[in-house]
């Protein structure tokens, strides 16, 4: 259907599980203090603690000005990566005549163009959540802004403050997390191209290598590392 074959939807079926099962791997109870993401998080609220008792925050405005920094221009990215798909999109007809020369591909005009369609939906979704996170850090530095003087430390609306700043940069950090997420499994969607085995390959292929890099010893060395 639609030039789609059985092995096509059993490898959609394997990406389309990795996916959700990472995204419960690495924000599910039992992440907590296990991935490398989740154990940063603890550092987030000690900025934040150490931060309360500092006068000039400059250091502190300009961490948040780098982060969001970051965030925009991999959202902009997303955006060149729209607008890439959909130029394949247009040009259909040439971009199949040179797969028809490349060994085990059998393009299909209806699947290629679903199949492209998909990537870019990939990447609509990686813009979405990295112009979130944009977002949510100029909600950091507005919570930022409005935290108490160190005279206020050890009230409890100062502590209760840096909990929520806390809580919103790491929100900001978990969003811009699952951006990038979207573009390494986007990375693994390419193989589709090729046949429905390279899709299921380059899948478990990124998989791995994401959860080495969240759970492997050494991502794990420089926080473990007492010396």
């Known amino acids: 259907m639609l030039g789609f074959t059985y092995l096509d939807g059993a490898a959609f079926a394997v990406f389309t599980v990795a996916w959700i099962a990472y995204h419960y791997l690495m924000e599910g109870g039992w992440a907590e203090a296990r991935t490398l993401n989740r154990r940063m998080d603890v550092f987030r609220l ?12 400059i250091v502190d405005a300009q961490i ?4 969001q920094n970051g965030t925009a221009f991999f959202a902009s990215t997303s955006l060149l990566a729209i607008g890439a798909s959909l130029a394949i999109l247009q ?13 085990f591909v059998t393009p299909n005009r209806s699947s290629w163009e679903l199949k492209t369609l998909g990537l870019t939906l990939i990447f609509a979704n990686a813009f ?9 850090f ?3 530095t ?6 108490p003087p160190p005279s206020e430390a050890t009230t409890p609306a100062a502590q209760a403050h840096i909990v929520k700043l806390a809580r919103m940069a790491t929100l900001a950090g978990r969003h811009f997390n699952r951006g990038q997420r979207s573009f390494f499994f986007a990375i693994a969607y390419l193989g589709w191209y090729i046949n429905g085995w390279a899709l299921m390959l380059a899948t478990v292929a990124i998989f791995l290598v ?9 991502s794990h060395w420089v926080l473990d590392n007492e010396r």
Do not use: C
């Open 46 to 57: 000690e900025w934040t603690h150490r931060m309360l008792a500092r006068e000039n925050r």
């Open 64 to 67: 948040v000005a780098a982060l």
């Open 91 to 103: 040009s259909t007809d040439a971009v199949m005549a040179i797969f028809l020369d490349l060994p």
């Open 128 to 136: 979405f959540k990295f112009a979130w996170a944009y977002r949510l």
């Open 138 to 140: 100029n909600y950091t």
């Open 142 to 147: 507005i919570l930022l802004g409005s935290t």
């Open 210 to 218: 994401m959860v080495n890099r969240q759970f492997g010893p050494d």
